[in-house]
């Protein structure tokens, strides 16, 4: 496989296309995404992907939902406040929670959510139908979008709450005209000439054009994607090459903004700029009224927020917090609540013991007490033990104190397998022993 390090800025503009195509994305040399010859490489790129962007076929299960982009550990207590405030406010719509893999949502934080009606959707299982170049972080709001199942969707940042109930804005005179709304940035985020001739886009880099055009600002978004499929999807692509594109705009915002002026298209967005109140973006809506209170300065947490008097709500998204933290530990795949079927299985292990072998490592006893915790052979990376059900599997998780050190599924009546998550991720086989 061709290396990202063969990079070089002498190469052709068509030799570094095959390269990018080859390799995986980075890590590339110093200042790989400022030579010429990189930027005339992705000029190409967007314009071949632009000639083959045919009109999608695709259907949609659901007309109306909202996405919200937000697992682990930092972003779930955001999430269950948002949430939340969507439903104390009547809110009805569908809510989708995308998250990147087991590392970042487990079934018992699942479970916390679906009275609130929400689906927990794994974009690594969606990533196997369709793929994505670079899909770890910001990437993950556009590819959601795109993938979930409504026509029209309201995406919200994890640490952005509502103020009332959003649905109106599917009604708004402006979004019907234009099929995509989005919000307005400080005027210090507006693009500078310099960066619409990165991204090929000549007309608007005139000073006159760039000093009047408004940044994005994406804690929040509106799109009819079966309007706006050809814009959704090129916005993807720019995100898909963030290991260049975010070198210079600055994350997810921007693809938007670069994606629907390269195509031509309008989108609607309100007049009234940001607000700011201590650590949040205050946003309004098309009739001046604030509508959504983006926390990101002040994510919320089981401790240290700073209380603004100022913010609507605060009280009772305070509270929220606490309601939450009086129902999960913030540990990952530590199951507070075990159902019937997860108590059942865990009454069957407990007290027992069994060799754990780390294949090609080592192998040792290890004692699985009443109270979750190992005893005889705990080490760090094996400190309490866990049981959650998965679909129709039970997973059985040896944990540190704070996180997992591996998943096991059951093989036969004494046998459970898997492999660590961590540093050598070596196969692990755990054999219970006869009492």
Request: glycine share 6%; proline share 5%; hydrophobic share 35%.
């Given at each position: 496989m061709a290396s990202c390090m063969e990079a070089h800025p002498d190469m052709t503009p068509e030799a570094m296309m095959d390269l990018i195509a080859q390799c995986p994305p980075g890590p590339w040399p110093n200042a790989w995404g400022t030579w010429d010859n990189t930027i005339e490489a992705h000029r190409l790129l967007i314009d071949q992907y632009i000639d083959n962007l045919m009109p999608s076929r695709v259907t949609y299960s659901q007309e109306r939902g909202i996405v919200?982009?937000?697992g682990g550990?930092?972003?779930?207590?955001?999430?269950?406040?948002?949430?939340?405030?969507?439903?104390h406010f009547g809110c009805t719509l569908p809510i989708q929670l995308w998250y990147l893999g087991d590392t970042e949502m487990d079934p018992y934080m699942k479970r916390l959510l679906e009275p609130l009606g929400v689906e927990c959707i794994d974009a690594r299982e969606i990533e196997k139908q369709h793929p994505c170049r670079i899909l770890c972080g910001w990437e993950l709001k556009l590819y959601a979008t795109l993938h979930s199942p409504f026509a029209q969707v309201l995406f919200l940042d994890a640490d952005n709450g509502v103020v009332c109930d959003p649905t109106y804005l599917f009604d708004c005179e402006e979004y019907k005209r234009h099929g995509a709304v989005f919000w307005p940035d400080y005027a210090c985020w507006t693009l500078k000439p310099g960066v619409w001739k990165v991204f090929g886009m000549m007309d608007m880099a005139e000073p006159e054009v760039a000093e009047h055009e408004r940044a994005f600002e994406s804690g929040q978004y509106l799109i009819d994607k079966r309007r706006c499929d050809r814009e959704l999807r090129l916005s993807l692509f720019y995100a898909e090459h963030s290991d260049f594109t975010f070198q210079h705009v600055y994350g997810d915002k921007e693809c938007f903004h670069l994606s629907w002026r390269r195509l031509g298209s309008d989108y609607a967005m309100p007049s009234a700029g940001p607000g700011w109140n201590v650590h949040t973006i205050v946003q309004f809506d098309f009739r001046g009224q604030i509508l959504f209170q983006h926390r990101c300065q002040d994510k919320w947490r089981f401790?240290?927020?700073r209380f603004v008097d100022s913010l609507a709500n605060e009280q009772l998204c305070f509270d929220l917090v606490q309601q939450?933290?009086?129902k999960w530990t913030g540990v990952l795949w530590r199951n507070e609540q075990p159902t019937e079927k997860e108590q059942h299985v865990i009454d069957s292990i407990r007290g027992k013991k069994a060799l754990y072998r780390r294949v090609g490592y080592d192998e040792r006893v290890l004692e699985f007490t009443t109270d979750a915790m190992i005893g005889e052979g705990a080490a760090e990376c094996e400190r309490c033990w866990h049981m959650n059900q998965l679909g129709d599997e039970?997973?059985?998780?040896?944990?540190?104190?704070?996180?997992?050190?591996?998943?096991?599924?059951?093989?036969?009546?004494?046998?459970?397998?898997?492999?660590?998550?961590?540093?050598?991720?070596?196969?692990?086989?755990?054999?219970?022993?006869?009492?």
């Amino acid at each position: 496989m061709a290396s990202c390090m063969e990079a070089h800025p002498d190469m052709t503009p068509e030799a570094m296309m095959d390269l990018i195509a080859q390799c995986p994305p980075g890590p590339w040399p110093n200042a790989w995404g400022t030579w010429d010859n990189t930027i005339e490489a992705h000029r190409l790129l967007i314009d071949q992907y632009i000639d083959n962007l045919m009109p999608s076929r695709v259907t949609y299960s659901q007309e109306r939902g909202i996405v919200i982009a937000g697992g682990g550990l930092k972003y779930f207590p955001s999430v269950w406040v948002n949430v939340n405030l969507l439903r104390h406010f009547g809110c009805t719509l569908p809510i989708q929670l995308w998250y990147l893999g087991d590392t970042e949502m487990d079934p018992y934080m699942k479970r916390l959510l679906e009275p609130l009606g929400v689906e927990c959707i794994d974009a690594r299982e969606i990533e196997k139908q369709h793929p994505c170049r670079i899909l770890c972080g910001w990437e993950l709001k556009l590819y959601a979008t795109l993938h979930s199942p409504f026509a029209q969707v309201l995406f919200l940042d994890a640490d952005n709450g509502v103020v009332c109930d959003p649905t109106y804005l599917f009604d708004c005179e402006e979004y019907k005209r234009h099929g995509a709304v989005f919000w307005p940035d400080y005027a210090c985020w507006t693009l500078k000439p310099g960066v619409w001739k990165v991204f090929g886009m000549m007309d608007m880099a005139e000073p006159e054009v760039a000093e009047h055009e408004r940044a994005f600002e994406s804690g929040q978004y509106l799109i009819d994607k079966r309007r706006c499929d050809r814009e959704l999807r090129l916005s993807l692509f720019y995100a898909e090459h963030s290991d260049f594109t975010f070198q210079h705009v600055y994350g997810d915002k921007e693809c938007f903004h670069l994606s629907w002026r390269r195509l031509g298209s309008d989108y609607a967005m309100p007049s009234a700029g940001p607000g700011w109140n201590v650590h949040t973006i205050v946003q309004f809506d098309f009739r001046g009224q604030i509508l959504f209170q983006h926390r990101c300065q002040d994510k919320w947490r089981f401790g240290g927020n700073r209380f603004v008097d100022s913010l609507a709500n605060e009280q009772l998204c305070f509270d929220l917090v606490q309601q939450l933290a009086s129902k999960w530990t913030g540990v990952l795949w530590r199951n507070e609540q075990p159902t019937e079927k997860e108590q059942h299985v865990i009454d069957s292990i407990r007290g027992k013991k069994a060799l754990y072998r780390r294949v090609g490592y080592d192998e040792r006893v290890l004692e699985f007490t009443t109270d979750a915790m190992i005893g005889e052979g705990a080490a760090e990376c094996e400190r309490c033990w866990h049981m959650n059900q998965l679909g129709d599997e039970m997973i059985l998780t040896l944990a540190r104190l704070d996180r997992p050190t591996c998943h096991l599924r059951k093989r036969d009546e004494r046998t459970w397998t898997g492999q660590w998550l961590e540093y050598e991720q070596m196969p692990i086989e755990l054999v219970f022993l006869e009492s």
